[in-house]
């Protein structure tokens, strides 16, 4: 099991930046997949980016280039900073925390999401 707690969204300006967080209550070097997730109002969730222990990562192509993931794992936590955010970037963000076990079983674990609206 995975707790995770999200923090950092908020509203800001078209153009503007904002750093989301999110602490694991385990140590995520340990978790096979992290990544962030948004859904927007009225549309289906969306994977926005992901790391893996090797520190690899992997983004959708609308965000490449202005969003970054990180982790800490010092801190049990990863990152996602956003920049040259745009309208179509609000929703909620959701944290992820993905584990593969045997027989090809995954386990996802969520947090409870924050909010980022972009006014235009």
């Known amino acids: 099991q995975v707790q995770l707690v999200e923090s950092g969204g908020g509203l800001v300006q078209a153009g503007g930046s904002l750093r989301l967080s999110c602490l694991a209550s385990k140590n995520i070097f340990s978790i096979n997949r992290m990544g962030w997730y948004r859904q927007a109002p009225g549309k289906g969730r969306e994977l926005v980016a992901t790391?893996?222990?090797?520190?690899?990562?992997n983004y959708v192509d609308t965000v490449k280039g202005r969003f970054t993931i990180s982790r800490d794992d010092a801190k049990n936590t990863i990152y996602l900073q956003m920049n040259a955010l745009k309208a179509e970037d609000t929703g909620v963000y959701y944290c992820?925390?993905?584990?593969?076990?045997?027989?090809?079983?995954?386990?996802?674990?969520w947090g409870q999401g924050t909010q980022v609206t972009v006014s235009s």
């Open positions: 992820n925390a993905r584990e593969y076990g045997s027989w090809g079983r995954v386990s996802d674990y």
């Open positions: 790391i893996i222990g090797s520190g690899s990562t």
